[in-house]
């Protein structure tokens, strides 16, 4: 059976338990890619979150795994006019320190 996108459902892995941040995600996901000797990934994460999530998988992972970052297609976050929308400045506001954390080596 598949979901209502048509991916099918043994395709799709969603991680155990309850973690705390990204830094605590890519963790996790690293012995389910390496026990299923996975060679690509695919991440559903929100939009503004993208990049940030892809920098700390890409960094756990290593080089022999490719991880394609996708938002939904519902997500309304645009970051090529962050500055347009209440909303989107917040998340923007919310998201920078974190990433800008990420790409100095921080984790967590």
Request: charged share 30%.
């Amino acid at each position: 059976m598949s979901n209502r996108f048509g991916v099918p459902a043994d395709a799709i892995e969603t991680l155990p338990d309850e973690l705390d941040n990204t830094a605590q995600e890519a963790d996790a996901i690293v012995p389910i890619v390496r026990a299923r000797k996975w060679t690509r990934l695919i991440v559903i994460t929100d939009r503004a979150s993208t990049r940030r999530a892809g920098f700390a998988l890409r960094r756990v992972l290593g080089p022999g795994v490719t991880v394609i970052m996708r938002a939904p297609r519902l997500d309304l976050y645009d970051p090529a006019r962050w500055w347009r929308r209440r909303a989107d400045v917040r998340t923007t506001m919310y998201e920078l320190p974190k990433l800008l954390a990420y790409y100095s080596g921080l984790r967590g």
